[in-house]
């Protein structure tokens, strides 16, 4: 079959979707990406798959400027004649089922996570959900990383259940992602947040933690590391010049983007991420298979996967002083129970998460639409 990926953006292809896509062509099957042209994840995805061009604006609330997206879209798939349509997060999930709708071709949605605009109701909430209930109700299936926005969809009657499936995530690729013994250890304790550095993720929480620890913890050396994008498409998004003033006042050690995390990972003893809301957090995930406890708050994805006192700690949400209370439980903890909590979540991971898992239930669904095309 002819299948169409449809990402927001050429990063996220290429580090999130590209096991996807090439798991599907080893099936058989022939993979196009739908992704803006960024110049340079667009240029490595196009030595591997087939892909085309298309125009969107996550930040825009703009009818007009989304209706582009919806043209170009349409323009796309009447050019590729796709098979099936797999979208990812809310733009493509919306804008590509409306443009697939008028071929008749089946769609496979993935709710990734709700995002911004669920996190503090508001107009703009109203017009998504109307949105999506539209265009939910043409998709063959939506994929949900948790339970709680799969209950929130159904309860909202933005989807029917009988369309609904729930997924590990992304899942992980548990021999990219594995413990190691043999590294180098700084003599001081090192947290690390992996996000995209927007305010939703907890940025702030995780500064004003950063500063309580500084001015009243002095037992052991300690260092704090930001790993994301800067500056991205988004209303809430941090640019370059706050970090630059946290990184100038010492608070943190902001170490820009990767496509080589698990270098990064190894060498931190806790993942922290104090997100508003989350679909199925993958950092929290990678950092668990490379056996690191973790700190995230008690919201939707997050608490999805983290064991209090388990495989990690909890704290509540946006609250930077609680968030610094776990920070600093977790540095006094005895290594060994911190150990020990790393193994756990390296065994949920290897038991729930394995990026196996998703393949499957994608190449499944996918054989299921194949079988019924030709019966008809």
Known sequence: MKIAIVVNSAWAAYNFRNNLAQFLEQAGHKITFFIPNDGDYSKRLKKEFTCVYYF?????LNPGVDFKTFLDLLIGFKNVHPDVVLNFTIKPNIYSTLAAKVYAIPVINNITGLGTVFIKESLITFLVKGLYKFCMSHATLVFFQNSHDLSYFVQNKLITEKK???????GVDTHRFKPSENI?????FIFLLIARLLKDKGIYEFIDAIRFIKANYIKQSVEFQLLGEVGVNNQTAIGIEEVNSWVNEGLVNYLGVTDKVEEIIIHCDCIVLPSYREGMPR????GFAMAKPAIVTDVPGCKDIVDHEVNGLICKAQSSEDLAEKMIL???MQEGARVKMGQSG???????FDEKTVLNSYLNEINKIESYEKDI
């Open 56 to 60: 969107i604006n996550a930040k825009s």
């Open 330 to 332: 977790m540095i006094d």
């Open 164 to 170: 609904c499936k729930l997924l590990p995530g992304s």
């Open 283 to 286: 950092t929290i995930l990678e």
């Open 346 to 352: 390296r065994k949920k991971v290897e038991n729930l």
């Open 184 to 188: 180098y250890k700084a003599d001081k």
